[in-house]
């Protein structure tokens, strides 16, 4: 299996163009310092929590984690359980939930951690979660509100697999998961008594995607591939993945700007770099191996507390950081490509995969959106 991966388009897609569009974002990040860009620490970026502007309710201020069972996921969990945040882990796997609950809980004095079972790639485990959520909110008696939701959930699939809603496992979990938990919890984070902010955690492979449709004919093809004779091209299809939900960073900043919620909510984006973690569990380990020894030797792979910097620079910003991509930490921020900027492409989405989800499940209603 490792010999016939060495030798695919993906293999020598992740290890030429993936490598290349992580040195243009290190580029870009060393010529905005050497211009003097506006750099500021995350100890200059303030938040709601830290800031002198309280959490006005009782409890403590709520930040939801998906894909919190390791990696970036786990490390933006102990550093906010840190800062005093009740921090909501999101995964699939109750037993890992348990064990990082565990882990916080003897590493944080007085950690506030509560975990619930949740699948991306399934819209009924989405909405489970939500009642679940706002059922825990209820019964608590916490403020009902939401002040930072960080979509990280994310993988990798070396192979075709779909969803049982008919989508491809690795869209739906990467992006149309993110699209949909999203939308359904904006009442939340619209009704948190201080500003409140989505954090979408994309990656600097968006950069290798120079044209993409988003019409509804052609986001239902990207959702369930259909393999050719030359297999699943499961690299491209990660980078759509994460320029998708880069697109809807974006789109949803705008349509928060032109309405009435631009003083409550705020998106932004996150690229933690190339961070060893778990994603490339599903390449064969020899390669894998060999991946992550060239990037340490060029000096391009983080662990991941060091990787979680630009996610927590992101969650902890001010207000008038909504739709910027962070990159790099230490505030520091960097534009994405520049098909990203596309706002037609961005509105087609938008409506396009309100329609999937409308279609695959009937309990969603096209147009409840709090700005659709």
Partial sequence: MAVRMLFSVDFWRM????????????????MNEFFLFSRQSIA?????????????????????????????????????????????????????LSKIVG??????????????????????????????????????????SVQILINNAGILATTHRLTPDGFDQMMKTNYLGAFCLTHLLLPLLKNSPVASRVVN?????????????????????????????????????????????LLFTREIHRRLQSSQ????????????????TKIMRE????LSWLAFKCLRSLRLLQNAESGVSAVLDAALAPLEAS???FFGGQGRRIKPSAISYDQKLASELWTSSWRLLCQANSDLKFGECLFS
Wanted: include cysteine; hydrophobic fraction near 40%.
């Fill in 283 to 286: 390449l064969p380990q020899t």
């Fill in 15 to 30: 290890a030429v163009l993936w490598t290349l569009s992580l040195l243009q974002s290190y580029y870009m990040l060393m």
């Fill in 323 to 325: 739709g910027q991509y």
């Fill in 201 to 245: 955690v994309t990656s600097f492979t968006h950069r290798c995607v120079s044209s993409v449709q988003a019409n509804d004919g052609d986001l239902a093809k990207t959702m369930d591939w259909i393999s050719s004779s030359e297999g699943y091209p499961f690299a491209r299809t990660y980078e759509i993945s994460k320029f998708y939900l």
């Fill in 261 to 276: 919620l631009a003083d409550k909510i705020s998106v932004v984006a996150a690229d933690p770099g190339f961070v060893e």
């Fill in 44 to 96: 200059e970026l303030p938040c709601d929590w830290r800031s002198g502007r309280r959490f006005e309710g009782p409890g403590r201020p709520i930040c939801i984690i998906t894909g919190a069972t390791s990696g970036i996921g786990e490390a933006a969990a102990r550093s906010l359980a840190k800062m005093g945040y009740c921090v909501v882990l999101a995964g699939r796997s109750p037993e890992l």
């Fill in 103 to 144: 882990e916080i809980e003897e590493q944080v004095k007085d950690a506030d951690v509560k975990t619930f079972v949740l699948d991306l790639s399934c819209i009924r485990s989405i909405m489970k979660f939500k009642s679940a959520l706002e059922q825990w909110l209820t019964d608590s008696a916490s403020h009902f």
